[in-house]
């Protein structure tokens, strides 16, 4: 690990306060913390509660599951049904966006926070703003969803701070045509599209960790993605020291993880380890 990841994760952990999130080049050679549907262990998932505490958390990015209601409106939500994180079922795109700001998207994690609601994608665009950047998990395609994207990003966003989470090198390309300005993720669902995705102008290629087939099975992978020239992401869990220490290994540009606190803290103890030897 170099002596700047050591120093500035170091520094951001005792302070809390976040990087300048939207001057990313300058800040290459450290981890950038990307919190999970938001930091989805302290707050319920993908509601601005959650979005609010990963920024007091001091995570760098901010990622969130985008989908479309039956009146063609942008929301968050994870699930293709509103049964786990609501007081709702079934599918929520057969819901007007209104209708689906009615329910109660907090109570299932604790009862304190039964007033959280569904956020529409313009909600947390408005609200990341210059503070943070947002990286967008698509969970739908097509030249429409992709359309309708991008006139949320230019009307309510800053293009500079939004990192498109695209699901195939179809839509990595169809994004690029439609909004160029944006940073582009590869969710790859195989391993063997590394290439086809680099090749589609993606700038960071996801790769998993313990998943049958990815990283602990094949640590080649991520020399895959550096020899593309693309950053890479590698999908953890809670952030646990011996987790930290694996994804470590594999020196990631960013670290997608679901418990923001505990991965700082595992970092904190990892440079702490590092600096005594």
């Known amino acids: 690990m170099n002596i700047y990841l050591l120093l500035t994760s170091l520094l951001v952990f005792m302070t809390g306060v976040p990087f300048a999130h939207t001057e990313m080049s300058a800040r290459d050679e450290s981890v950038r913390i990307v919190a999970h549907r938001g ?52 599918n929520p795109s057969d819901h007007t966006l209104q209708e689906l700001r009615r329910l109660d998207a907090g109570s299932w994690f604790a009862p304190r926070y039964s007033f959280e609601i569904i956020p529409s994608l313009r909600e947390v665009l408005k609200w990341g703003g210059d503070r943070t950047v947002i990286l967008l998990d698509l969970k739908e395609s097509g030249r429409e969803f992709t359309e309708a994207v991008a006139a949320e990003i230019r009307a309510t966003g800053n293009p500079d701070a939004v990192v498109i989470g695209v699901r195939s090198p179809e839509q990595a390309r169809e994004f690029r045509e439609v909004i160029p300005e944006c940073r582009q993720l590869a969710f790859m669902r195989r391993p063997q599209l590394i290439e086809e995705f680099a090749e589609a102008g993606v ?10 087939g990815w990283l602990a099975d094949n640590p080649e992978l991520a020399d895959r993605v550096r020899e593309t020239g693309k950053k890479l992401m590698i999908n953890g869990t809670l952030g646990a020291l011996d987790e930290a220490k694996a994804l470590m290994r594999f020196d990631p540009d960013w670290i997608l993880i679901d418990d923001v606190a505990q991965l700082k803290e595992s970092l904190l103890t990892l440079n702490q380890e590092s600096r005594s030897r």
């Open 39 to 90: 930091a989805m262990a302290d707050r319920p998932e993908n509601t601005m509660a959650a979005f609010q505490r990963a920024l007091e958390l001091g995570a760098d990015v901010v990622e969130v599951d985008v989908r479309t209601s039956s009146d063609g409106r942008l929301f968050v939500l994870h699930d293709s049904t509103l049964d786990r994180t609501t007081d709702g079922s079934g």
């Open 203 to 212: 700038d960071i290629i996801r790769l998993w960790l313990n998943r049958d």
